[in-house]
Nanobody
Framework: QVQLVESGGGLVQPGGSLRLSCAAP????????IGWFRQAPGKKREGVSC????????TYAESVKDRFTISRDSTGNTVYLQMNRLKPEDTAKYYC???????????????????WGRGTQVTVSS
C-alpha cells in the first residue's frame, strides 16, 4: 500500500507563512497529479491546489489564489505547498493525494481508489 507523507504543518500567526511537503518514500510521485486538500472540523473537505504530472498545469481554489503556490522538486517526487499571508480561515488539516486536476473542482481524488497521506495540521492563530 502506497502511503503519502505530509510534513511542515504547525502553528503560525495570521500573515505568516508555512511550506508543506508531500512525498512517498519508495514510490514515484512524478507520474501522478498531486492534489492538496484541507478539512476543518465540521466542514467539508475542499481541494486547495493541484499539480499535474506532465504538462505543468496547476490549479488553485479561489480562496488561496495569489497566496499559495504549488510546486515540485527537480525530481518531481516531492510536492510543496507554499502558503503565504495565512489567515485564521486557513486553519485545517491538510492532506496530499494522487488524483487529477480539475479547473472547477481544483483537485479530485477518491479515498480507496487513490493514494492519500494522513495529513498535517495547520493552525493560524494569534
Amino acid at each position: 500500500q502506497v502511503q503519502l507523507v505530509e510534513s511542515g504543518g504547525g502553528l503560525v500567526q495570521p500573515g505568516g507563512s508555512l511550506r508543506l511537503s508531500c512525498a512517498a518514500p519508495g514510490f514515484t510521485l512524478r507520474d501522478y497529479a498531486i492534489g492538496w486538500f484541507r478539512q476543518a472540523p465540521g466542514k467539508k473537505r475542499e481541494g486547495v491546489s493541484c499539480s499535474s504530472s506532465s504538462d505543468g498545469i496547476t490549479t488553485y481554489a479561489e480562496s488561496v489564489k495569489d497566496r499559495f503556490t504549488i510546486s515540485r522538486d527537480s525530481t518531481g517526487n516531492t510536492v510543496y505547498l507554499q502558503m503565504n499571508r495565512l489567515k485564521p480561515e486557513d486553519t485545517a488539516k491538510y492532506y496530499c493525494a494522487t488524483g487529477y486536476c480539475d479547473a472547477t473542482k481544483v483537485a479530485v481524488s477518491e479515498r480507496g481508489n487513490d493514494y492519500w497521506g494522513r495529513g498535517t495540521q495547520v493552525t493560524v492563530s494569534s
